[in-house]
């Protein structure tokens, strides 16, 4: 049952990575444990570290969304297209997303985006 439960983990998180598109490694392998333990506990943490590594997911979790979706602020117009995976220019001011750390938004050409703030690498663009 384990082994079937694994399997199906394994499955979801490569089928998934191709929708999240997101290149950090470090958030990946930790989103793939949380995941992972949630499916099948300890076994499930260990694989799912490794494959959310080895793919590099990140998705940010619903209460991310949902902050985002909600807040109000102008919105900054760049000449560069926002694409998943690429970086905000500079001159694209990122917010914090209170209680998480690990995401940032802006407000680019009306549209919210979900970045990564060291690298300031679009996540999740929420249209």
Same mark, same amino acid.
């Given at each position: 049952m384990r082994m079937r439960i694994l399997l199906a983990l394994l499955a979801t998180t490569a089928f998934t990575s191709g929708v999240a598109l997101a290149q950090d490694i470090e958030g990946g392998a930790r989103r793939g444990a949380a995941d992972g333990a949630a499916v099948a506990g300890p076994l499930g943490a260990a694989v799912g570290s490794i494959v959310g590594g080895a /793919?590099? /997911?990140?998705? *940010? @979790? @619903? *209460? %991310?969304?949902? =902050?985002? #979706? +909600?807040? +109000?602020? @102008?919105?900054?117009?760049?000449? #560069?297209?926002?694409?998943?995976? #690429? *970086?905000? @220019? %500079?001159?694209?001011?990122?917010? #914090? %997303?209170?209680?998480?750390?690990?995401?940032? =938004?802006?407000v680019v050409n009306n549209e919210r985006v979900i970045v990564e703030p060291s690298t300031r690498k679009v996540i999740k663009i929420i249209k």
């Open positions: /793919i590099g /997911i990140i998705e *940010p @979790p @619903p *209460p %991310v969304v949902t =902050y985002v #979706e +909600r807040e +109000r602020g @102008p919105s900054v117009v760049l000449h #560069e297209k926002v694409a998943i995976g #690429e *970086p905000l @220019p %500079v001159s694209g001011i990122i917010h #914090e %997303v209170a209680q998480h750390d690990d995401f940032a =938004y802006a």
